[in-house]
C-alpha cells in the first residue's frame, strides 16, 4: 500500500512514517485483533500503541511491563518522538555528523526495551554536547520522564490480570466493514483489496468463478451422464464381460495423475509435430473475440479452449462415480423387492433402471453435491497446467506473490460453498429416500 502513494518517493523519513500511520488506520490494523483480550493492568491499549511501529510497540510493551504503568511508557516514548522532530526540522544550526549521530541513537531510544539500553543511549546523547537549546530542552523533558519512569513504583499491576473488551476491533471490521465506507466487509462481499494487482478481490473471484464453475459443473453433468448407464448395468450384471471391461478401464482411468494426463493431451493434441487439433492454452484467441460475434458464436469459438480441460475435469470423476453407483446397484440386486421383481418376470433393464437405481441415489447425489467447492477452489493443477483464469490459477497466483487476502478469501468462499453442498446433499437425501427424515425423531 505504501509503494503505491506518490509521497512514498520523498527520502523524507516523517512522510513514510504519517503515510504508515494513515494506513494502519485506514485498514484498521491499530485496533485490537478480537472482541475481547486477557491481558495485565500494564498493558498499554489501541489508543496508546496505534501511532507505533512494530518494533516501537513491542518495545514499550516491555517497558510498561517492567513500570507497571503503560501511561509514564508512552510519554517517555512520545519525549523520544519530540527530539526526533528536533532533529529532523534542523535548518544548519546543528553540526550535520553530529546531528546524523544523534538521529540514529534517538531511533534506537524509540526500540529500547530496558532501562540499561535507555541510560546507555541518554549517555551517548548528552556526550554529543548539542548546544541546540529547542534540542536540550527536549532533552531535558525526555530525562526527567525517564527519572520518572524508573522509580515508577507500581510494577505489581503487571502481574495483575485484566479482561478487556473491543467494541470496535480488526474481526469486526474484517466481518462487517469500517464506518469510514472503506471496507464493506466479507459479510457483505468485500473481502479487500489484493496486494498484487490493487483490484478488488470480489471481482476477481467473480471474473475466476464463473470459468471454475462452469468446468466443474459441465464436467459432473457429462461425468453423470456417462456414469449413470454404464454404472447401473455393470451392477445390474455382475461378473459378466462388460461389468469386467468397465471395472478395468475405470481403475486405469481413477490411477491416472491429473497433471499427467493434462500433460500428455497437451503433448497429443495441441502439439503442432503430432496432432494440432486443439489449442494449447487459455480460453480465447490472442486478439480476443470481436465484438461483432453473437453468442452461439462465442461460444463455438471456445469450446476448441476448453475441450482438453474438461476432459481432464471429467475421467477422474466419470470412473469415481461409476464405481460407486455400480457398487450401489449391485448391492441394491439382493434385496428382497428386487428379487419379487425378477420372479414377477420384469426385464432386467427395468428392474436396473427403475428400481435399482433410485435405492442407488444417495451414494450418487453425494458426489454430485461436491461440485460446489470444486467450483469455488477450481482445479489449481488443471487450471495451471491449461492456464485458465479460474479460481484455482487465481490461487496459485496470490500464493506465490504472498496476496493473502485473495488466499483467506477463497479459503473463505470454499468452506461457504462445501457447507451448502452438504445442506442440499441431505435435502436430496429425503426426496430420493422416503425413509430418510430431515427432522429428528425421539423413541417413546
Known amino acids: 500500500m505504501l509503494a503505491s502513494e506518490p509521497e512514498k518517493e520523498s527520502d523524507d523519513p516523517t512522510i513514510e512514517n504519517n503515510l504508515r500511520n494513515q494506513w494502519r488506520s485506514r485498514l484498521g490494523l491499530d485496533l485490537p485483533l478480537f472482541y475481547f483480550s486477557l491481558t495485565s493492568l500494564s498493558t498499554p491499549n489501541a489508543t496508546l500503541s496505534s501511532t507505533l511501529t512494530k518494533e516501537e510497540e513491542a518495545a514499550m510493551k516491555k517497558l510498561a511491563f517492567t513500570s507497571g504503568n503503560a501511561a509514564n511508557s508512552r510519554l517517555l516514548h512520545m519525549s523520544f518522538d ?5 532533529l529532523a526540522a534542523d535548518t544548519g544550526r546543528i553540526q550535520e555528523k553530529t546531528r546524523e549521530q544523534a538521529l540514529v541513537r534517538i531511533n534506537s531510544l524509540k ?8 541510560e546507555g543511549l541518554m549517555g551517548e546523547i548528552r556526550k554529543l554536547n548539542i548546544l541546540d537549546p529547542q534540542f536540550n530542552r527536549k532533552f531535558i523533558e525526555s530525562d526527567k520522564l525517564f527519572r520518572k519512569w524508573r522509580i515508577e513504583k507500581s510494577a505489581w499491576r503487571s502481574w495483575v490480570p485484566s479482561l478487556r473488551f473491543h467494541p470496535d476491533n480488526r474481526y469486526h471490521r474484517w466481518l462487517w466493514g469500517d464506518p469510514f465506507g472503506y471496507s464493506k466487509g466479507v459479510m457483505r462481499g468485500d473481502f479487500g ?42 451392477g445390474a450384471r455382475p461378473g459378466s464381460w462388460f461389468d469386467t471391461i468397465v471395472q478395468f478401464k475405470l481403475f486405469l482411468l481413477y490411477c491416472i495423475p491429473s497433471f499427467w494426463m493434462g500433460t500428455l493431451l497437451l503433448v497429443l493434441f495441441a502439439n503442432p509435430n503430432v496432432l494440432p487439433l486443439f489449442p494449447a492454452s487459455g480460453i480465447s484467441p490472442a486478439g480476443g ?26 475421467y477422474a470423476s466419470l470412473a469415481f462415480t461409476t464405481r460407486i453407483i455400480r457398487s450401489a446397484v449391485r448391492e441394491n440386486m439382493m434385496q428382497d423387492h428386487i428379487l419379487t421383481a425378477k420372479a414377477k418376470g420384469l426385464p432386467l433393464p427395468k428392474i436396473a433402471f ?25 482445479s489449481v493443477i488443471i487450471e495451471t497446467i491449461f492456464t485458465i483464469p479460474g479460481l484455482g490459477y487465481e490461487t496459485v497466483n496470490a500464493v506465490f506473490t504472498r496476496d493473502y487476502p485473495m488466499i483467506v478469501a477463497v479459503c473463505a468462499l470454499t468452506v461457504v460453498f462445501t457447507m451448502t453442498g452438504n445442506l442440499l446433499a441431505d435435502l436430496l437425501y429425503g426426496l430420493a429416500d422416503p425413509r430418510v427424515k430431515l427432522k429428528g425423531q425421539t423413541n417413546g
Open 82 to 86: 519530540a527530539m526526533w522532530d528536533v
Open 111 to 118: 526500540t529500547a526495551d530496558s532501562k540499561e539500553k535507555i
Open 193 to 234: 483489496i489484493s496486494l498484487h494487482t490493487k483490484q478488488p478481490i470480489s471481482k476477481t473471484i467473480l471474473s475466476g468463478f464463473k470459468w471454475s464453475a462452469f468446468l466443474a459443473i459441465t464436467s459432473v453433468l457429462i461425468a453423470f451422464l456417462i456414469s449413470i448407464p454404464l454404472g447401473v448395468w455393470a
Open 289 to 314: 473475440l470481436s465484438q461483432g460475434m453473437s453468442f452461439l458464436e462465442k461460444c463455438i469459438a471456445t469450446i476448441p479452449y476448453l475441450a482438453l480441460p474438461l476432459i481432464c475435469y471429467t
Open 354 to 378: 427403475k428400481h435399482a437405481f433410485r435405492n442407488a441415489l444417495l451414494p450418487a447425489i453425494t458426489v454430485f453435491t461436491e461440485v460446489f467447492p470444486m467450483a469455488i477452489g477450481g
